[in-house]
């Protein structure tokens, strides 16, 4: 079936890979962006007749208000994501990430569908096992974190509601983000071969962005079955500490070297196990393992090379 589906910051990270998959399904797709990072990761699909793309600002509602009534779907990954940038800027943190998305709830009727990212950052450090499911109490740490608990909640009053809890997303993007851990580490382990570990011991779950992709993907195929309903979506196997991530790394860069500093605290205190047997249960799997991302970035980063604070 084809639906007509709004993708709120569809030129992001997630976006310019979820994007063209929607339009390969036969879906009508558009997109709204603001643009931010000067990112032209559309643009091979501008071709596509069902494909159609604005630049505008999610918190404007008399901009919004005649997107969201064509649309039967809508996917709001539009945020300021991760983090550090939410602490940089946390005015803006506060009205893309909660305001924006409450004024959308509010102009949504019963019938249409809302498939939302949300994080497993806000488990915090799990229980005492670190061990998380969907039931486990959350403790939010970043401002980021808080934000999307809060928005989780008021999401899952829509009846037509989806909430993915993803684990840290990592793989090659139109719109790369070099900052996400995976990414980030093997970036170093490319360019520089070594990396200080701060709380090596510290575990988390990771997902490829192409298996977020194919996760909101499943949602729309299986709406009835997931609607009003909160799902880890993540890679099972691939529940590693920093140091377990290194070691991976380093099968495939074996000069990468990394140290453990014996003093120092890491700035994101998350630390958890993550169970991902409820979308699991119902036919989701990922297709994309750990190792095969951290061989795709190594790829990448031949043709990327982060000089924006550097002088060559």
């Known amino acids: 079936m084809s639906y007509n589906i709004l993708v709120t910051g569809g030129a992001g990270y997630l976006g310019s890979i979820l994007v063209p998959d929607l339009l390969d399904e036969g ?5 709204i962006d603001n643009f931010l990072y000067k990112q032209a990761s559309l ?4 071709y596509h007749p069902n494909f159609s793309v604005i630049k505008g600002d999610i918190r404007i509602e008399d901009t919004m208000k005649p997107l969201f009534a064509k649309a039967d779907i809508i996917i709001p990954l539009a ?12 005015v803006g943190a506060t009205t893309i990430n909660s305001t924006a998305v409450l004024m959308m ?9 809302v498939l939302m990212p949300t994080t497993n950052s806000a488990y915090g450090s799990g229980n005492e096992n670190n061990f998380c499911t969907e039931e486990s109490p959350l403790n939010p740490v970043s401002k980021y974190a808080i934000d999307k608990v809060e928005i989780e909640k008021a999401l899952l009053q829509h009846p037509g509601a989806v909430s993915f809890r993803l684990a840290t997303v990592f793989g090659m993007s139109p719109r790369m983000r070099i900052d996400l851990l995976v990414n980030d580490f093997t970036y170093r382990a490319v360019n520089d071969r070594f990396i200080v570990l701060f709380e090596s011991y510290f575990k988390r779950n990771y997902i490829h ?11 729309i195929k299986h709406f009835e079955t997931m609607r009003q ?12 500490s920093k140091k377990e991530l290194c070691e991976i790394i380093a099968k495939q860069i074996p000069d990468f070297v990394y140290l453990e500093a014996p003093v120092g605290k890491d700035p994101d205190q ?17 297709s994309f393992s750990l190792e095969s991302g951290i061989k795709e970035l190594i790829k990448g980063f031949v043709m990327i090379k982060n000089t924006q604070f550097g002088n060559v």
Do not use: W
Request: aromatic letters at 8%.
């Open 27 to 31: 879906h009508k797709v558009t997109v």
């Open 43 to 46: 643009n091979h699909i501008c």
């Open 79 to 90: 945020a300021l994501v991760g983090a550090p940038i939410c602490k940089q800027d946390p």
């Open 105 to 113: 709830l509010k102009n949504l009727s019963n019938h249409q569908m």
């Open 209 to 219: 962005v192409r298996d977020v992709s194919s996760a909101f993907r499943f949602g």
């Open 229 to 240: 309903n909160i799902y880890n979506v993540g890679l099972s196997e691939a529940n590693v």
């Open 270 to 286: 998350r630390n958890y196990i993550v169970s991902n047997k409820k979308i699991e249960s119902i036919g989701y799997k990922p």
